[in-house]
Each structure stands twice: as structure tokens, then as C-alpha cells.
């Protein structure tokens, strides 16, 4: 599905602003974390990295302060179309760069516009030698040096992760597939918050998971993920981004942050599986029951080692936890999709047919749904309200990604059609005499027509 750039653009700028959202934040600590955040670059959805200054990220606050997200939406640029001038001098800018690494971007404008004449913007020489893998940081050696942290709270930060599991046998494929665990854990006080073994691994099972979690355990403040297809997509982005929460994922190649997970994820196979495997699995609801009293009754209530409490102890000390009003949890797990409005007010999605209002025909609008319900469907244009999408085609009424959407199994009739048939023929069969053929004559006629009699 093509994303909503807009969209796009409001979701980043909310991960740039989230660790500063935070309501418990003094005025002094927030002004700290926003002057951290103008020192860093951040990734913008179009592929570049870009810095933002302080007014811009307190702009970012207030806006998503007063609007949610749709705050956060770009207005539309009078310069459209623009293109970028003069790109032989990014060659020089290059070499200059490569001369001298600590020369910033604004000196090599200067330099650039006293040899030629020719005023380049500093954002443009930047953005060009970080594609070229020329910016300082790069260029500049860099040290790591690892620490161990530990959230200061419990429902500050949740580790979600995907455990692979046994096989176990899936009717709805008459075969055995291989179980994934969707695991989160609370970072503070090592509780499993919530897990779920489910038969495919898919953005969608990860907001089943993360949906009941927080309606159990309420809102986290980070929700720390790797980069893998269930939780580095838009739908997980704009779910976090609606809620308040600040989506971070680990970077590649650096599982040190991942150390709470890992031995959550090996206490888990050497306590359950092997067991679970030992006394057979005859169900996907069979294991999850059982992982359900596990967590419940043995690994939320052991003395941790490290802590020297139990889980659930630690976790329910900070007393009661943040949640979310229930209409902003239904508008955080839609999901949502751009498509362009046909001559005939209609637009497509997933091989259904909706009809729209017909002022929006030939534009582009974005539709938001619950995936497990394809018969409504919101309309958007520009991020405002635009009506409700008719079903004029209707041909699934879920989404292919919810498991709901299988057919379930066809129950055997126990009818042998071919049987039937023959039965039939044979008693029909029956009812007639048998013909003897050995009495048969055969007749012939001669030229004259006389009947001429043949002993067969």
C-alpha cells in the first residue's frame, strides 16, 4: 500500500520530538532533552538525514500538543517543483570535504560561492556529502564505550521482541507450522507485560499483542524494537506516533541493547518450551493457555536476581499506570492507505470497490480502516475529514493480514457422489429383463423390399 507522505512526515517528526513529550519532564530536563535532540541528525522519510533547530522541535511539541498528529502534517510548500542548481560543484565540495574533514558545510558554501559566484544552500552541500558517505561523523573516528541501563519506571520503556517457537499443527493448513512468540517485556521491572504465540509473523500480530497489552498494563513511554518486518513498518510507526508512545529501534549489528530481552528469551525456552515440548503440543490455544498461567504463576513472581524482587511486585509499586481513552485506541490501530479517486467516484482496496463523494474525483485521499472490518471506511483529504466510504463491490470483508480472514475448515459431509451414481444405475439396471442374444434374428431387406429372415 502507498503511504500518506504527509502522514509520512508527522509520523518522523513525532519520533524526533517523543523522548521530549514526556509529562513528567521539568521545565530544565525538557530543555535539555530538546537541545540533545537539535544536536543530532535524524533520518527523514524521503532517505536524507536532517538536523532541527530548538524553535522548530518546541514548534514540533506544541503542535502535537494541540492537534495529535495531524498537527504534525507539513503545510504545502510554494516552492514545489523546485530543482537543485549547479550539481557539477558537488564534486569540488567533495574534494574539499575529503581535504580537510573538520571543514563544515557552511564553510565549504562560502568557499565555493568566492571561486564561482555561485551560492549553493549549506542544507544542500550537507545533504550531499552525507549521501557520499562524507559527513563528519563518518569521517571522524568513533569510540562506543557500553553501560548498563535500567528504566527509571515501570512503563517507561517495554523490550518487545518475536521468540521462535515449536511446530505445532495449524488445522486451517491441515500441516504444522512453526509457533512465534510476540514477547514484551517491562524494562524496570522484568515483567513479561504480555506474550502471544501466534502462526505468522506480520505487523499485524504485533498490534493484536501490543493492543492488549496496553489495555492490561497501560501506556509505555518507549517501546524499544529491532528492525525486523513486524515492528519497522508505517502501520507500528502511526499506532506508537497516536498514542504518545516513542517508537526506538536497536540499530543493526549492536545487540547490546537487547541484553534484558535475550535472557528473557532463554529463561523462557529452558522453563516453558522444553516442557511444553516434553508433554506434546496438540494446539496454537493450547500453548498460549498454557504460556498465559506460566507468566501468570511462575515468571511474574519469582525473585528476580538482579532486582531481589518479584516482577509483578516491581512493576505494580509505582502504583496505577498511564492508559488511553478509548476512541484514541481505536484511531491508533487503523490503519490507513493513499489511492487516487476514479472518474467514476469510486476507489479500491484490498479487491473491494467503495464509492466516495464525487468532489474528490481524480484526487488523491487517504483511507483509514480497522483491517478486521473493511465495511467502514474513513475518508481523508489533505488530513481533514472527507466522508465515509461506501461498499459498493464488496468482495472480503477483512483484511488478508488478520488471521480471522482465513476460511476455517470445511466439515466432511461424508457423501460419496460417484457411489450414489452407481447405485442408482445398478438398481435401474435390475428392473429390466436380461436379453438373450442368442435369439436374436437379424433382418435384411432385398432391392425388391421383401424381408429376408436370418437364423442368427
Known sequence: MEPDPSEQIAIHRFSVIAEATNDRLTKAERGAIVRAIASRTHQHPDGTERRYSRSSIDRFIRAWRKDGLSGLRPDPRSDAGAVRAHPELFDEACALRLEL?????AQIASILYHRHGIRVAERTIREQLRRAGLHREALAAEHKAFGRYEAERSNDRWITDVLVGPFVPF???????????????????????????????????????????????GLPGVLYADNGAPFANSWLARTCAVLGIRLVHSKPYS?????????????????????????????????????????????????????????????????????????????????????????????????????????????????????????????FYDGRPAGVATPFVTRRHTHRAVPQAERPPALATGIDYLALVQKAHEEEAGTEAPIDFSQLQMFERDVTGEALEVQA
Not at 574533514?101 to 558545510?105: D, F, L, M, N, V
Not at 493448513?173 to 504465540?197: E, P, Q, T, W, Y
Not at 536476581?305 to 518479584?310: F, L
Not at 474525483?361 to 475518508?379: F, G, H, K, N, W
Open 255 to 379: 545487540p547490546e541493547g537487547r541484553g534484558k530481552q535475550e535472557r528473557a528469551n532463554r529463561y523462557i525456552r529452558e522453563a516453558f518450551l522444553e516442557e511444553a515440548m516434553h508433554q506434546g503440543i496438540s494446539s496454537l490455544e493450547e500453548l498460549n493457555d498454557a504460556f498465559s498461567a506460566w507468566a501468570t504463576q511462575v515468571a511474574n513472581r519469582r525473585i528476580h536476581a538482579e532486582t531481589r524482587q518479584s516482577p509483578i511486585e516491581r512493576f505494580e509499586a509505582d502504583g496505577p499506570h498511564r492508559g488511553a481513552p478509548e476512541e484514541k485506541l481505536h484511531e491508533a490501530f487503523l490503519w490507513s492507505a493513499t489511492r487516487k479517486v476514479t472518474k467514476t467516484a469510486t476507489v479500491p482496496l484490498e479487491g473491494n470497490s467503495y464509492a466516495v463523494d464525487p468532489a474528490l474525483v481524480s484526487r488523491r485521499v487517504e483511507l483509514r480502516y480497522d483491517p478486521a472490518d473493511l465495511t467502514r471506511i474513513d475518508v
Open 171 to 217: 488445522p486451517k493448513v491441515d500441516a504444522s507450522v512453526r509457533a512465534k512468540l510476540f514477547l514484551i517485556v517491562d524494562d524496570h521491572s522484568r515483567l513479561i507485560v504480555d506474550g502471544r504465540f501466534f502462526a505468522h509473523e506480520n505487523a499485524r500480530a504485533c498490534q493484536d499483542l501490543l493492543r492488549h497489552a496496553i489495555c492490561h498494563r
Open 101 to 105: 574533514p573538520t571543514r563544515s558545510a
